[in-house]
């Protein structure tokens, strides 16, 4: 029996990561001279996706063979291994932002195009789990490209365990992907939510409040804390309701709904430039289209926006 599917995209990423296996380099080098191995192509962090064969049939990630790797990417590629899938193919993401005129190379021209992944998340262009394997390949991408110098000492470091970690050859020092804990959590009061604004948003925007988890610091401290600084509310109890990876670069968004203890506020006029409670049948009438255009609320691919519906749906 498997998990519960998670209702955010760039999660349930379907592949099998075989963690065990990064470290064997006879293994991976197999696996990536495999003629039956694929790899996805990432130009300055955009993954190489194919348009849709017919309208409504939605696109496809761009996996190209690994026979292509070094005419992309060069001698000494930045290749990282994503995973297993059910066929039994592995798959690994490149970075190919070497190249002179990528939109017109040979092996590349006609086939496809290099995509921001928040748009195509947004058009729902492209499947939730490849969504969720295209985050992964970003996401690593992206670490390597700003971590590439030792810590400890400067020294450029070296790619080791098929992406998964960077050793110094000067002190040895091992490095390690991150990942940054976000909470993004939604206060309610009786029958009312907090939604918060930033001046920088569209017009009528409100959503969540978010915040980075604070060393030596638990996620329900950092949801009382950050509730507290931004909209000076006092909160009695958290409840999880879900996590979303999210790419950009790479944080975990820890999804959270906090019950307050009055419905008294105060925006900060830092973080937040407004703010309000809603009651349930407002938050109903904006999810179904009908509310009166004062204020709309994240859609369903941000998890904000599913910690709204839940509070709509009288899951909270």
């Not at 590629?77 to 690994?92: C, H």
């Not at 930033?198 to 996620?219: N, R, T």
């Not at 958290?238 to 944080?251: D, G, I, R």
Request: hydrophobic share 40%; with cysteine.
């Amino acid at each position: 029996m498997g998990i519960t599917q998670n209702p955010n995209i760039f999660a349930n990423n379907p592949l099998d990561r075989a963690s065990y296996r990064r470290a064997d380099k006879e293994w991976v080098a197999a696996q990536m001279a495999e003629p039956g191995s694929l790899f996805v192509p990432f130009y300055r962090l955009h993954p190489f996706v194919l348009p849709e064969e017919k309208p409504g049939m939605g696109k496809d990630v761009g996996w190209l063979r690994m026979g292509l790797l070094n005419e992309l990417a060069g001698p000494s590629p930045l290749v990282v291994f994503l995973g297993i899938n059910k066929r039994g193919k592995s798959l690994f993401a490149a970075d190919v932002s070497g190249l002179k005129d990528h939109e017109n190379h040979p092996a590349l021209k006609g086939l496809g195009a290099f995509e921001e992944l928040r748009g195509l998340a947004m058009a729902g262009e492209i499947t939730a789990t490849e969504l969720a394997i295209l985050a992964q390949g970003k996401s690593m991408i992206d670490w390597h490209l700003r971590h590439g110098f030792c810590s400890v000492c400067g020294t450029k470091s070296e790619i080791m365990e098929a992406g998964y970690k960077r050793q110094c050859p000067n002190c040895k020092a091992e490095h390690f992907p991150r990942t940054d804990p976000v909470v993004i959590m939604l206060a309610t009061y009786r029958d009312t939510c907090f939604l918060g604004r930033q001046k920088i948003w569209p017009k009528g925007m409100h959503s969540a409040l978010a915040g980075f988890v604070e060393p030596g610091e638990a996620i329900e401290e950092a949801v009382a804390r950050e509730l507290h600084e931004e909209a000076g509310l006092s909160i009695s109890s958290v409840s999880y309701h879900s996590t979303q990876p999210w790419p950009f670069p790479s944080s975990l968004m820890i999804g959270c709904h906090a019950v307050a203890e009055t419905d008294a506020f105060k925006i900060d006029g830092i973080e937040l430039s407004a703010g309000r409670w809603f009651t349930r049948e407002e938050v109903k009438a904006v999810l179904a289209g009908k509310g009166d255009g004062s204020f709309w609320v994240p859609p369903p691919y941000a998890i904000a926006g599913q910690l709204v519906k839940a509070f709509a749906e009288e899951k909270v």
